[in-house]
């Protein structure tokens, strides 16, 4: 009981200290924090580039600012205490690791309205919002099962969440639609961002006799070992174009300025309000790369309808008929995956051979 | 031709003036780089050393200079008794670690039990794990004379991947939605390490800290261990003629340091942390490392040496957050900041004459 | 699932290469008597330096030189601060570490996104410095037993009163190795971003640094040791990596905890040698982190 008193106590000294006094001429402040730096060219670079597209689009009516390289934990609640004292009243939280900092700091500063990226807990002032990049998977899952010769595709997992979970099975259902004979081999490297690691898992694919590579990682050093081996793979997160025509033929981009562009303009009309955002390629939130010449024109059209369909909502990624790999139906014919399935999946799908980590 | 002479103590004046010699120094130096990146070099230091002091949101920042540097301080008081006995424990970061997983574990195992005596048995289990993790090097070197400077480096690593396991597996939280990480222990009322009271940082890890800092210095200058300690520093040889047993000086050092290590652990992991994660080694024990020799060994020095080091982390983040500087070039001048420490200490150990030639 | 033994060592051969290199200047700095933690450092600072001078002058091989140069110049900040100035190694090369991965960071932005020329592949597909690296071990085995340099180096690193009093230059060996230890591990950081990812980014050398440190001591302070060393600890990682690509369940942090563990058993197990038959055996040089000062 008493514990309760004192943390009562100290956020009502909290709420105190931000008084977001705000003139109607002063710029809306937004805040960011990072979890990597602002050059790691994959993940963190990304949702900077969604800052940069808040200053393109608003200019002088409003004013970012970042936190970068910020741990997971106790420093994450202090950046975020720190940007909310600052004066933002938009505040966006970039990593999963700082959901209970999010809804901490929240709770403190009941002005502040705060967004945090693939998380799921909200809140009257915490919003979440993520991308749902499985749908990218299908479109580049298509192209891969297509080009694949060897009939091997490799995955590079960060890894075991649901997310990437989703990636997997999404890109595995499109390859096999296309061609049937098509395995897939996955490898986690525990790490988003390990270019050492991710080589080497690259390697291990290509010894395995993998010919298209996928990844659920940030950098490119994948994609420079699939060169060396004369095969092909798709760029994560950023555009990855350096490697382009190839082996990086399309990739599969994060593109946040659109979900911030629009948070940020519900800020100043004042009609911001909590929810759970999950946008995809309709939205504009995943974005295919440009497909290169070194794919045939017939596939490339084919991805490009498949991604116009799925943008359009003609199209689920997850359309039953589909089963689990143990066997038991999930989806029946024509039902399609339910979000809250999607968000805890924890399975792969019939004829993916591998056991996820538990 | 110049010369150094020992010194036969530290002079005391030297004590007190390098130190600051050191940091105006680092201001210069630093200043210069801030200026060179295009930054306004006088408001850069002054919001790094100033900012969180007697800024406009120190009455945030200041009790967060405590909560920052506890954990410093906790681990640097403990190494220090070993290093002044030439007893090398450099992996407080896996005792750090291992008191934080078996002080979870105690609470995760009971979840949702509520005791009052819930927190203090978490306490005693992670003191217990950092102690037993500190003493296999001890017990090493004492069987086998295997050196405590490298086994226990060695298991700091092997420390790492037992968090990166139990964040996965047995410790990952069953409604965590197929993320990686244990419960959070913030919202397990009876488990959290809370602030005690509201608006000074203070939860029990600070007053953990500000205890070992009293403890220390009594037990270096008032009792007959401490004098061991000296002594084995001083004079290995005479100690021992002195009663001092080497083997129970090098469990006693690393047993303590480990202790106090692990106590950090739980301390964080209970408190701002919130839960085990992959990441839950943050560093703090390598950092502790410097800061005891920054502190010159001395429970006082190391007290002044975390909240030097803490301030220029949070002092840090508010130059990132208002002056747009990039953590990066923080990070250097951090750097810069520890080399000129280390540099300018020659001046308490050694007078510097000039050599007079014939 | 049969897994072809081959492929898995020409996996090895490439995946060692950073540790090795780092992990052998490691080696020559602790027979100095030094212990220098700011591997991690010295080889992001290579991996930028090397990367920079690769792109602009499109050649790698010159931006390997450059690496080399850059990681042995960055040493010589731990090298004045530890020998000149006689801070203490530990948090010397500790500072080192964090001042190294700032100062790459922050000198690396104009070079983010862009890529680094591709590199000719050696004999046997293999690449140049993979075979550099391997002709390295010997060399520096050589050195340190067969020269006269080596002898006086070793005799520092084992008891520095002596080798003064025998009038050996102790600072100066030590400063030489220092730079020699910062030269491979720049080397070693290079070839991360020129020859692995062909790209830079922040923080890229990912604790390789803090790898190598572990293979000296698994090493027990001899060159063919590191490269049992390396392909131990890369061995473990491609090995893992191969397993789960042909589809077989591995317990991946448990595996990635057992080159630790037998690294710690190796210590142990030369460490109960040496005190329990007395033999002159290598292990830890006896000057290993103290530093040294002259009063005459």
Redesign the interface.
């Given at each position: 009981m008493q514990r309760r008193t004192l943390l009562a106590t100290a956020s009502a000294m909290m709420m105190a200290l931000a008084a977001p006094a705000l003139a109607q001429d002063e710029p809306l402040k937004v805040g960011f924090i990072y979890v990597g730096p602002v050059g790691d060219g994959g993940w963190t670079y990304q949702h900077d580039q969604g800052r940069l597209a808040i200053e393109a689009e608003f200019g002088d009516r409003v004013e970012t600012t970042f936190i970068e390289s910020v741990p997971e934990g106790a420093d994450a609640e202090r950046a975020l205490t720190q940007l909310a004292l600052a004066g933002n009243q938009l505040i966006f939280a970039t990593s999963f690791g700082f959901m209970d900092p999010v809804i901490n700091v929240a709770q403190r500063f009941p002005d502040v309205k705060f967004e945090h990226a693939t998380g799921y807990k909200t809140a009257e002032n915490v919003a979440t919002y993520d991308a749902r990049f499985y749908e990218g998977r299908a479109v580049i899952g298509t192209i891969a099962g297509h080009m694949t010769e060897s009939n091997k595709i490799g995955y590079i997992g960060s890894f075991p969440i649901p997310e990437v979970i989703q990636g997997i099975n999404s890109s595995f259902i499109h390859a096999r639609k296309v061609n049937p004979d098509v395995e897939m081999r996955i490898v986690w490297v525990y790490s988003w961002f390990d270019p050492a690691k991710e080589a080497e898992a690259a390697n291990a694919l290509l010894a395995e006799g993998v010919d298209v590579i996928m990844q659920h990682t940030d950098s490119t050093a994948p994609l420079a070992q699939a060169q060396a081996a004369g095969a092909i793979g798709f760029g994560q997160a950023s555009d990855m174009a350096a490697f382009a025509p190839t082996p990086r033929v399309s990739s599969i981009i994060d593109d946040w300025s659109p979900y911030y562009i629009k948070r940020v303009q519900a800020m100043l009309d004042g009609t911001w309000e909590s929810g759970s955002s999950w946008a995809g390629i309709g939205e504009g939130e995943v974005v295919i790369g440009e497909i290169s010449e070194a794919v045939p024109e017939e596939v490339r059209a084919e991805a490009l309808a498949l991604r116009d369909a799925i943008g359009a909502g003609e199209y689920h990624p997850f359309t039953g008929p589909l089963n689990k790999a143990d066997g038991t139906v999930w989806l029946a014919e024509g039902e399609t995956a339910s979000d809250a399935d999607l968000q805890s999946m924890n399975f792969y799908v019939e004829g993916i051979t591998a056991q996820i980590p538990q | 031709m110049i010369q150094l002479v020992p010194r036969q103590s530290a002079s005391n004046t030297w004590q007190i003036a390098t130190p600051l010699l050191a940091v105006l120094a680092t201001m210069i130096t630093g200043g210069l780089l801030f200026a060179i990146m295009g930054h306004n070099p006088v408001a850069a230091i002054r919001t790094i050393f100033w900012d969180p002091l007697f800024g406009m949101a120190s009455s945030y920042s200041r009790p967060q200079l405590l909560v920052k540097a506890a954990p410093l301080i906790l681990i640097a008081s403990g190494l220090a008794i070993g290093f002044r006995a030439g007893i090398w424990n450099i992996g407080a970061e896996g005792q750090y670690i291992m008191g934080a997983i078996t002080g979870a574990a105690v609470a995760l195992a009971l979840y949702p039990l509520e005791a009052w005596w819930l927190f203090p048995a978490m306490v005693a289990a992670g003191l217990a794990g950092g102690w037993a993790w500190g003493m296999i090097p001890a017990l090493l070197r004492n069987w086998f004379g295997a050196s405590e400077i490298l086994v226990s480096l060695m298991l700091v690593y092997v420390a790492q991947r037992i968090a990166a396991w139990m964040a996965f597996g047995p410790m990952r939280n069953p409604q965590g939605m197929g993320f990686p990480g244990s419960r959070n222990l913030q919202q397990y009322p009876s488990a959290s390490n809370p602030e005690l009271i509201a608006g000074t940082g203070a939860h029990w890890g600070v007053v953990a800290a500000a205890f070992a800092v009293l403890a220390t210095w009594f037990l270096m200058s008032r009792h007959i261990r401490g004098f061991h300690v000296r002594a084995a520093g001083t004079a290995p040889r005479a100690a021992r003629f002195a009663g001092v047993r080497p083997a129970v000086l090098v469990a006693f050092c690393l047993g303590l340091s480990g202790a106090l290590a692990g106590a950090a652990g739980l301390f964080e992991v209970a408190g701002p942390a919130g839960q085990i994660t992959d990441r839950i080694g943050v560093g703090y024990g390598f950092t502790a490392i410097i800061v005891a020799f920054l502190g010159r060994l001395h429970p006082v020095g190391i007290l002044l040496a975390g909240l030097l080091l803490a301030l220029t982390y949070i002092g840090g983040e508010l130059a990132q957050l208002t002056m747009g500087l990039p953590a990066a070039s923080v990070q250097v001048f951090q750097g810069m900041l520890l080399f000129f420490l280390l540099g300018f200490d020659l001046l308490t150990r050694y007078q510097i004459r000039r050599r007079i030639t014939a | 699932m049969m897994i072809?033994p081959l492929?898995?060592f020409?996996?090895l051969l490439?995946?060692s290469t950073?540790i090795l290199f780092a992990a052998l200047g490691e080696l020559v700095v602790e027979r100095a008597g030094v212990?220098n933690?700011g591997v991690e450092g010295m080889m992001i600072t290579g991996a930028l330096a090397g990367f920079g001078a690769a792109y602009s002058t499109g050649n790698p091989f010159l931006g390997f030189l450059v690496a080399a140069c850059a990681g042995a110049a960055i040493s010589m900040?731990f090298a004045?601060?530890t020998q000149v100035?006689?801070?203490?190694q530990?948090?010397?090369g500790?500072?080192?570490t964090?001042?190294?991965?700032?100062?790459a960071?922050?000198l690396?932005?104009p070079f983010?996104?862009?890529?680094a020329p591709a590199m000719p592949a050696g004999p046997l597909r293999i690449n140049w410095i993979v075979w550099l690296g391997l002709v390295m071990v010997p060399l520096v085995w050589w050195f340190l037993n067969r020269t006269r340099s080596g002898l006086i180096l070793r005799a520092v690193g084992e008891n520095h009163e002596a080798a003064h009093a025998l009038g050996y230059n102790i600072r100066l060996t030590r400063l030489a190795a220092i730079a020699f230890g910062g030269a491979m591990a720049g080397v070693g950081g290079a070839f991360?971003s020129i020859a692995?990812?062909?790209?830079w980014?922040?923080?890229?050398?990912?604790g390789?640094g803090?790898i190598a440190?572990?293979i000296v001591?698994f090493s027990n302070w001899t060159a063919p040791g590191v490269l049992a060393g390396a392909w131990l600890f890369g061995g473990v990682?491609?090995l893992q990596?191969?397993l789960?690509?042909?589809?077989v369940?591995v317990?991946?942090?448990?595996l990635?905890?057992a080159p630790?563990?037998a690294?710690?058993i190796v210590?142990?197990a030369i460490?109960?040698r040496?005190?329990f038959s007395r033999r002159a055996g290598t292990g830890?040089p006896g000057s290993?982190?103290t530093n040294f000062?002259a009063?005459r």
């Open positions: - | - | 072809d492929s898995v020409l996996l490439g995946a950073p212990l933690l900040l004045a601060l100035f006689l801070a203490n530990v948090a010397s500790l500072a080192l964090l001042f190294g991965l700032g100062l960071a922050m690396g932005k983010e996104g862009v890529r991360i692995t990812v062909l790209q980014t922040e923080g890229m050398t990912a390789a803090w440190l572990a001591v990682t491609v990596l191969r789960q690509a042909a589809g369940a317990p991946v942090q448990l990635s905890m630790y563990l690294t710690i210590l142990v460490s109960a040496q005190k830890a290993l982190g000062h009063l």
